[in-house]
Structures are given as C-alpha cells and as structure tokens.
T-cell receptor, first 112, second 112 residues
Framework: DSGVTQTPKHLITATGQRVTLRCSPR?????VYWYQQSLDQGLQFLIQ???????AKGNILERFSAQQFPDLHSELNLSSLELGDSALYFC???????????FGPGTRLTVL | DAKTTQPNSMESNEEEPVHLPCNHS???????IHWYRQLPSQGPEYVIH???SNVNNRMASLAIAEDRKSSTLILHRATLRDAAVYYC?????????????FGSGTQLTVLP
C-alpha cells in the first residue's frame, strides 16, 4: 500500500459526458501528479500540482483540467469524453524535496 | 529529457539473479537514474535511484557505469512476484520534484 488513494476504482460512462477522478496523496506530500496509461500510448504524464499550484503540464488535453485543494487532495476533471479517453488514470505524490513518487492504484475509465 | 533504451523483454529463472540493462548515452550531469516497476494491474512502484555511485536497498542494487551512459538494475534472487515491467527513467536532481517520463520498459518474466 503506497498511501495514495484514488476513487473511484472503476468508472464507466458514455461519450460526451464529464467525470471527476479524485486523489488523496500520502500524508505530508505536497506534490501530486496525474498520469494516463493507455494501451497505445503507455504511461504519460498529464499535470503536476505542488501545494495547490500548478507546477508542470504534460500532454494534457484542453478538455481535461485538474486542481489541488487546500487539504492537498486533487481532482482530475475530464469532459466531453471520447472513446479514446478510455484508460487507466494514476495519481502519484511526492514530498516535493525528493523525487521518489508513490503511485495510487489507479482509476480505470471506460468510455462507451 | 534525455532518452533511455531498454530491451523489450527478458526472462529469468526463479531464485536466480537478474540484470536489467538501461542505456542513457545523452544523460546530463545532473540527471538521476531512477527505476520503477509496474506489477500487473497495479500502479508503478519505486525501486531504486542513483546519481554516480552504485546503490543498494532492500529491493535491488543499481550499478552505474563510470561514464554514466548506462546502468544495470540487479535483482539478486528473482521471485515470481518480481514479474513486472521495469522502467529506467532519468530525472532531475533531488530538490526539484518533477514528472517522470516513462518509456516502454522491460517486461520481466520469471520462470518457476
């Protein structure tokens, strides 16, 4: 158990819909990262937050957004969903001064 | 980010040592070498990291070439539980927590 929790574990929705994925980092970790893992693209970095502020952006679509709240949990919002958005979405956290990242169990999103 | 090259797959017998190679010929002087692994149906898991000197921890050893253009992750006695995809990743120095860029990794199969 990494100490990072993600909800929900599975999510099935339809094209055009909007969903929110939630992540609670390890206690005390200030950095939260979101990654997407699909069969054709592998594990790709989406976005990083550090203590509530956006720190880095990767290959995140404009339809996707994220935020980190004062209690340090983070949410990833995916809107206007397409079939190609079906993937595993992982959240990771780190202390911020050391780059070892701890990954959550992931949310499997299926868009029908 | 500098690129890493790993074999697509490797096989090992249970209870034997495994040497997983990684080439990173364009590594910069401040890049750390990180290894993560992803067991089936789980999020990635930190294994080990190093800068110049060889490193040991309870999970594995990391041997870094003198010119730092390659490294080898060593599992001293492979178990069936070590079957996973192993990722070699270059990342910035400690103190600058940043996203991980995953390649395709090495799929390790452990034979009983």
């Amino acid at each position: 158990d990494s100490g990072v929790t993600q909800t929900p574990k599975h999510l099935i929705t339809a094209t055009g819909q909007r969903v929110t994925l939630r992540c609670s980092p390890r206690s005390g970790d200030l950095s939260v990262y979101w990654y997407q893992q699909s069969l054709d693209q592998g594990l790709q970095f989406l976005i990083q937050y550090y203590n509530g502020e956006e720190r880095a952006k990767g290959n995140i679509l404009e339809r996707f957004s994220a935020q980190q709240f004062p209690d340090l949990h983070s949410e990833l919002n995916l809107s206007s969903l397409e079939l190609g958005d079906s993937a595993l979405y992982f959240c990771a956290s780190s202390a911020g001064t050391y780059n070892e990242q701890f990954f959550g169990p992931g949310t499997r999103l299926t868009v029908l | 980010d500098a690129k890493t090259t790993q074999p697509n797959s490797m096989e090992s017998n249970e209870e034997e040592p495994v040497h997983l190679p990684c080439n990173h010929s364009t590594i910069s002087g401040t890049d750390y070498i990180h290894w993560y692994r992803q067991l089936p149906s789980q999020g990635p898991e930190y294994v080990i990291h190093g800068l110049t000197s060889n490193v040991n921890n309870r999970m594995a050893s990391l041997a870094i070439a003198e010119d730092r253009k390659s490294s080898t992750l060593i599992l001293h006695r492979a178990t069936l539980r070590d079957a996973a995809v192993y990722y070699c990743i270059l990342s910035g120095p400690s103190g600058s927590a940043r996203q991980l860029t995953f390649g395709s990794g090495t799929q390790l199969t452990v034979l009983p």
